[in-house]
């Protein structure tokens, strides 16, 4: 092979996993290759509008998984340099240290990691710092409450609650706001940022990384397959579409960050002779115990107009591991980007005229509910023949869910005043449906055992000895906080790891 497409290191994916540890490897020398399916995504104005992000659904991807019945989904993924992340609403919270123990829930147990918070602490701490997460105590002040949620946050601590600023990645200084690129808009929750105001992957981690001349990036660079030494030990080829022609490189070292599910599908398409059932499954654990959370979208209305602009700012966690009529975790609560009439208008079950829309969303308080689905071996990544995806997937821990939601509407019918809230009923219990795969995890688990895991505690897969997984596969469990931030710490972790191992 020609010795330009020999590299020491080939990263597969730039989003959360693959984008941080590319970051975390750049200063080491090491020629590191990075291949990315999509391109840049393109700014423009249209990062900004709603119509065009939530209605037309203009930056998804094109293409369609199936079902387990057969039915196909347009999911809700992106392909740009950056990742999901691109889109996502920066919320960084690290898991509770009870995450990683055993914990019990009423449909059953969400399993130990082989790893406990300690383990990950310090990558916590240098993931927060590298991604401005603003919070209580963090390494940047929390984001204030606009006014009306201060009130919000003031009336659930008087009634005894424990509200607290949810941690946020933004790229923000309040006290000089003009050397700031966050502006403090409306759009970013679920929108791109179209200043680089978000802390994303690819403006806090790929940027950066490229300017190392070691590290070179190659977009709109599908990798198709990795095949393997005779003896299946080793991966020897990534096999890649770029533009249209089939392209072929190689590393010491092979990292694969596509997404839950998309690095399991990688997986199960490259078997081989030595590899029948899918590359790293002799376990017949790829593609399995596939995680989504059990998510839904809230609104309130209240008599009192909602003017802020910058809504995503409040969390609580008073139900995570109980409740005081329930002995199960429930799950968290934060406040959501703030709607408008084209949001409504894409999550509404029937037509509604304009000006109704523009009157909710002048009213409405935006939450975002989260509580753990449990892993389970029949929810599951499979590919075809063909290699199209199937994604096959049985919502369980719903009665959690179900509570969760009750405690909501219970809580904010005592806030406000005599300005009580009225939980909006369309949108109550409006549960985020297969197609949102945002935070999709678990489908290449890590842990000590090779009969019960795809990778080891550093994230290699047992059976191959230069192969890495860093993306959110490597979950155990969901626990019940957004994962990106987990996703960040552990590839700082697995980095280090991989510095020892290339030094």
Not at 155 to 170: C, E, I, K, Q, T
Not at 290 to 313: G, I, R
Not at 327 to 336: K, N, R, S, V, W
Request: proline letters at 6%.
């Amino acid at each position: 092979m020609d010795a330009s497409r020999i590299y020491d290191v080939i990263v597969i994916g730039s989003g959360a996993g693959g984008g941080t540890l590319l970051h975390a490897l750049a200063p080491t020398g090491k020629k590191i290759l990075v291949l990315e399916r999509g391109g840049y995504l393109p700014r423009e104005k249209d990062n900004w509008s709603s119509r065009a992000v939530f209605v037309d659904n203009k930056y998804k991807a094109r293409e369609t998984w199936l079902e387990k019945d057969g039915k196909t989904f347009r999911p809700e993924i992106h392909y740009y340099v950056g990742g999901q992340t691109k889109l996502y609403g920066s919320a960084l919270l690290r898991f509770l240290p009870e995450d990683f123990e055993d914990l019990r829930h009423r449909d059953g147990i969400s399993p130990a990691w082989p790893i406990r918070y300690g383990d990950l602490e310090p990558y916590y701490a240098r993931a927060e710092r590298l991604y401005h997460v603003h919070s209580d105590g963090g390494p940047f002040p929390a984001l204030k409450h606009e006014p009306r949620i201060q009130e919000l946050q003031d009336d659930l601590r008087r009634l005894g609650y424990s509200p607290f600023a949810l941690p946020v990645g933004v790229i923000l200084d309040e006290r000089h706001p003009e050397n700031s690129p966050c502006i403090r808009c409306s759009t970013c929750d679920g929108y791109p940022c179209l200043i680089h105001g978000k802390a994303d992957t690819e403006v806090v981690c790929v940027r950066p990384a490229l300017r190392n001349p070691n590290v070179t990036l190659l977009t709109h660079t599908h990798v198709t397959l990795l095949r393997t030494s005779s003896s299946g030990r080793e991966v020897t080829t990534v096999v890649a579409e770029r533009n249209g022609v089939i392209e072929q490189y190689q590393a010491g070292v092979v990292v694969v960050s596509c997404g839950a599910i998309n690095s399991a599908a990688l997986l199960l398409r490259s078997a081989n002779e030595a590899h029948p059932n899918g590359l790293a499954n002799a376990s017949d654990q790829v593609g399995r115990n596939y995680m989504c959370h059990n998510n839904s979208a809230f609104v309130a209305l209240s008599p009192k107009l909602n003017p802020t602009t910058f809504e995503k700012t409040l969390a609580l966690n008073d139900f995570y591991l109980r409740a005081n009529d329930w002995e199960f975790p429930l799950g968290a609560i934060q406040t959501m980007g703030k709607a408008d009439a084209e949001k409504f208008e894409a999550a509404a079950p029937i037509p509604v005229p304009r000006f109704a829309l523009d009157q909710l969303a002048k009213h409405s308080l935006d939450f975002w509910l989260t509580s753990e689905d449990l892993p389970r071996a029949a929810n599951r990544v499979t590919v075809s023949k063909e290699g199209r995806i199937s994604v096959q997937y049985r919502q369980n821990n719903l009665e959690a869910h179900d509570r969760l939601n009750a405690k909501l509407s219970r809580l904010l019918r005592k806030v406000d005043g005599e300005h009580r809230l009225i939980p909006l009923s369309f949108s109550l219990r409006k549960k985020i449906p297969l197609r949102g795969v945002t935070h999709q995890c678990g489908t290449v688990r890590f842990g000590s055992d090779p009969k019960t895991s795809v990778l080891d505690v550093n994230c290699k897969a047992h059976e191959l000895d230069n192969l890495y997984v860093v993306d959110g596969s490597f979950f155990v469990s969901s626990a019940a906080m957004n994962p990106a931030l987990t996703i960040m710490a552990n590839a700082l972790r697995v980095a280090d790891h991989l510095k020892q191992r290339l030094h």
